[in-house]
């Protein structure tokens, strides 16, 4: 275990729920300790508060807000190699969150710049996450952890601008016709509009 998980287990600062997050893959795939411990390290080196697997209202592989990150329960019938795919990339959101903070990451639903630089600094975030999630799957492919043949493929850069503008208006409208103001209010309603009540 790495000092930095060491310090926050002492800190009690363990991201609530990775062991069941990481016990349901070990279950679903049969994998390593050494790999779930690597997962773990990522997970928790990124400052996440809360991960878990959850039913999904509509199709979305995963969603990271600024204190959270929930992946889609349907994943766990896909190959190990694209869930972890899409757990990195949900993961990079958090070290993003961490770097600039909630209000500069959610600026594009709620800040005072036009639909189109909304959509650009979606797009480049979302690019980044699809890069550091291929580049940990690749790693741990690479290290022998990980015995996948899938190879990422980011799913952003081949997205046109017009799309993702479309996205950042839909998200606005939603969230100004529910009087969200704020970081916080964003994350809540976010959360709340992607995980299906059980």
Do not use: W
Not at 83 to 103: N, R, S, T, W
Not at 118 to 131: G, H, N, P, S
Not at 136 to 155: A, D, R, T
């Amino acid at each position: 275990m790495s000092l930095y998980r060491t310090i926050r287990k002492i800190l009690k600062e363990e991201t609530s729920g990775i062991d069941n997050f990481t016990i349901t893959i070990k279950k679903k795939y049969n994998v390593s300790d050494e790999l779930i411990e690597k997962i773990k390290e990522f997970i928790e080196e990124s400052d996440c508060q809360k991960i878990e697997f959850a039913n999904f209202k509509f199709m979305a592989a995963g969603l990271a807000v600024h204190d959270a990150v929930l992946i889609n329960s349907n994943l766990l019938g896909q190959p190990l190699g694209y869930l972890l795919f899409v757990v990195f990339h949900e993961i990079a959101h958090q070290y993003q969150f961490k770097k600039y903070g909630k209000d500069e990451m959610y600026k594009c639903y709620i800040g005072d710049i036009s639909i189109e630089e909304a959509a650009d600094f979606l797009r480049r975030t979302e690019i980044v996450a699809d890069k550091y999630g291929a580049m940990k799957v690749i790693q741990l492919q690479k290290s022998g952890l990980l015995k996948s043949n899938y190879k990422p493929v980011g799913q952003y850069k081949n997205k046109s601008n017009k799309d993702i503008e479309n996205l950042v208006s839909m998200v606005r409208r939603m969230l100004s016709q529910n009087r969200v103001t704020s970081a916080d209010q964003v994350s809540e309603y976010l959360y709340n509009m992607v995980k299906k009540d059980l």
